[in-house]
């Protein structure tokens, strides 16, 4: 399992950049090549999460193509609209029937880990659901005005990301240099392409 390397997500309130750093750690690269400000990864709340499971379930979104869905909705709507919404949501929890299994699961994936031995970075501890202090709350059944408040801020950020440029980048610009990068790394590692085609690694960030 020389090859085969396991990298743990580092629990929420962690540093924002341990993420990339134990990427980094696992692919040879410098971090401090790399600029982190300003990039983020925040979870949506309950609200926003309804409000998005809703829109894809309409015609017109579902009649989209796999690119423009990821520039338009993954990418403007999602990250440069409802991560950035500041008013307090409450947080998607499990249900109390599903937390045992969840808990069980993550001690079933552990121990396979460990039993087969592969490279860790991070911790596997990092694997362990943290104790629910939320009780919870289906998103479906939040308050009406909630989700029209929620939906307004969507459909209001929307308007002005599209107006002010603020938009998500086109797939083959802003992504292709990203991926170049990590792509010129990858060469100084003795890493080659595939098919006579390079293949960028992908972050996720953190």
């Known amino acids: 399992l020389d090859n085969v390397t396991v990298v743990t997500v580092p629990p929420s309130g962690s540093d924002p950049d341990e993420l990339w750093r134990r990427f980094c750690l696992a692919t040879d690269l410098k971090p401090s090549a790399y600029t982190t400000s300003g990039v983020a990864n925040a979870s949506l709340g309950a609200a926003s999460c309804e409000v998005l499971r809703r829109l894809n379930g309409l015609p017109a979104i579902r009649k989209l193509s796999r690119k423009t869905y990821a520039v338009e909705v993954n990418g403007t709507l999602t990250r440069r609209v409802m991560d950035r919404r500041g008013v307090p949501e409450p947080k998607i929890t499990l249900p109390e029937g599903q937390r045992e299994w969840v808990m069980s699961k993550a001690e079933e994936i552990i ?52 107006a002010t440029g603020d938009t998500a980048p086109k797939p083959g610009h802003e992504g292709r240099k990203k991926r170049g990068k990590l792509g010129e790394a990858r060469d100084r590692r003795g890493g080659k392409p595939q098919g006579g085609r390079r293949r960028g690694a992908k972050a996720r960030q953190a």
């Open 111 to 162: 121990a396979d880990i460990e039993g087969v031995g592969p490279k860790v970075i991070g911790s596997l501890d990092d694997l362990r659901p943290r104790p629910f202090s939320t009780p919870y709350q289906a998103p479906e059944d939040l308050p009406t005005e909630m989700l029209l408040e929620a939906a307004l801020d969507a459909l209001g950020g929307l308007a002005v990301a599209h």
